[in-house]
């Protein structure tokens, strides 16, 4: 029912898996190394390491902030420059749902991800996306082809609809139906209560 909306929280998603893999898996490690050379006897200490290890995942947990937040306002604005209607944001929308792969990851990096986040909050959040979309990597190339999967979807691929705009046909189509029928039934029994009222009158 709001196109647009839903467009945001895609973005959103996009957003956070693209900022962690950034965060998590490039700037971390090369942050992390460059901190770790620059390291002598002198400035050395126990804790050393493990301080370098925490600033790095602080890093990679605004990283994400970034993500959620720049997410839904370049998806928006994409929108915007593309002179998208609301129709158009409808059949966008549509075709994220029907896409299997899209809808797979963005479930698992909502799981991971939220896991993660229990666990050390942002930093941890980045984890469990990274580990959400290498699994969802893993299970779409190989898994998938030698495994069966425990729930499978209701509608078949083939027995989709072909776009938004015949779904909201077919139900307008079914609410005329309905109407019909309900004012069909409400004339039979209105006409069934004349008739009743008719002949205990005649008696």
Known sequence: ??????????????????????????????????????????????????????????????????????????????????????????????????????????????AFGFIGWYWKRFQGAVDGVNIAIAYSVLDNKLLKKYTHPLLVDKVKPEERLSSAEEGENSKTALKRFIAAKQKQLIEEHSGNNTEVKHNSNAN
């Open 1 to 110: 029912p709001r196109p647009f909306t839903e467009l945001a929280i895609f973005g959103a998603f996009k957003g956070a898996e693209l900022a962690s893999v950034i965060g998590g898996c490039i700037v971390h490690p090369i942050y992390r190394f460059y901190l770790l050379s620059k390291l002598t006897p002198e400035n050395t200490t126990n804790n050393s390491t493990k301080i370098i290890r925490n600033k790095c995942r602080r890093i990679q947990g605004r990283f994400l902030i970034g993500g959620l937040v720049l997410g839904p306002l370049v998806a928006l604005a994409y929108a915007k420059l593309a002179s998208w209607t609301e129709k158009d944001a409808k059949e966008k929308c549509y075709k994220i749902r029907c896409s299997e792969v899209t809808m797979s990851l963005d479930r698992a990096v909502f």
